[in-house]
């Protein structure tokens, strides 16, 4: 087992400015979906170019960090706002909701969408793989914040907290929903499966990793369990995530619309003919 010691939310203190965990989490997320995403852009060709991956940078993180919380403060916490409701604006004082950060990462893919004159789920399928990476490192924060731990358990790789073993569900979430999420992105979406199937898939996985771990994670105090003594929150807001997951996944080998990936392979392999065509007649 291993033994949980408290360590301090704050990694940087320079002066009045606080440098917390948690944020330089999110930054390594948002720097490490930039990065991979500019790769990306770089070999596909759209539906962004690598100059426009900036722009989406930016709408990414506005929607992660205002639905995030305004969703936080909206499933998790509504008797604080009406009781202070200043309080929705003191991100550093931790509750930031996955389910509203999706939200409002779909209103910024929407207007990006426009922007680029592509369609909502073409960005979708693009985006999904690398919205992992925050995924991940914001549970790693969430270790570190000493949040979020899971029920008592005897397992061998349980997480002591003041003397009793509990199960590190925070360190589950951010091992399924960031490299092994990743990793179902990422290759699945170099098979070239049509429009939608990758969205349909991020939907699909987060929601059936979120739901299972649910099951051994302690439930927001303030709520409790919702029904039969074993029902979050947490997995209401992920069950219709696995329905739709699925439904996507259907519908897009239905329409069968050739993706981004597939569309670049295409036109990859006609400048590959055209080079040996002239070289033929040479």
Not at 121 to 140: E, H, K, M, N, Y
Request: proline share 5%; hydrophobic share 50%.
């Amino acid at each position: 087992m291993i033994i949980y010691t408290d360590i301090d939310p704050i990694a940087l203190q320079i002066g009045p400015l606080a440098i917390r965990w948690y944020g330089l989490m999110y930054l390594t997320g948002f720097l490490g979906g930039w990065a991979l995403a500019r790769k990306r852009a770089r070999e596909w060709g759209q539906p962004f170019t690598v100059i426009q991956i900036d722009d989406l940078l930016f709408y990414v993180a506005m929607g992660v960090i205002l639905g995030g919380r305004i969703g936080y403060m909206f499933f998790y916490g509504w008797a604080n706002v009406v009781s202070d409701p200043l309080s929705m604006l003191r991100i550093w004082e931790g509750g930031m909701s996955f389910h509203g950060g999706l939200i409002g990462v779909i209103v910024a893919m929407w207007l990006i969408s426009r922007k680029v004159g592509a369609s909502l789920f073409r960005v979708a399928d693009f985006v999904a793989p690398f919205v992992t990476i925050g995924l991940g490192a914001g549970r790693i924060g969430n270790f570190i914040n000493g949040e979020l731990w899971g029920q008592p358990t005897d397992f061998a790789l349980a997480v002591i907290v003041n003397g009793v073993p509990v199960h590190a569900s925070n360190l589950y979430e951010a091992c399924l929903e960031g490299p092994v999420l990743f990793a179902i992105l990422w290759f699945y979406s170099a098979t070239r499966p049509p429009v939608m199937a990758v969205s349909g898939m991020f939907l699909l996985c987060y929601g059936i990793f979120r739901f299972a771990v649910e099951l051994v994670r302690v439930p927001d105090a303030h709520l409790g369990y919702l029904a039969f003594d074993w029902v979050t929150m947490g997995q209401v807001l992920s069950a219709p995530m696995i329905i739709f997951g699925a439904l996507f996944i259907m519908l897009a080998y239905q329409r069968n619309e050739p993706s981004a990936i597939a569309q670049a392979s295409g036109k990859l392999a006609g400048k590959k003919n055209q080079v040996k065509t002239k070289q033929g007649k040479r």
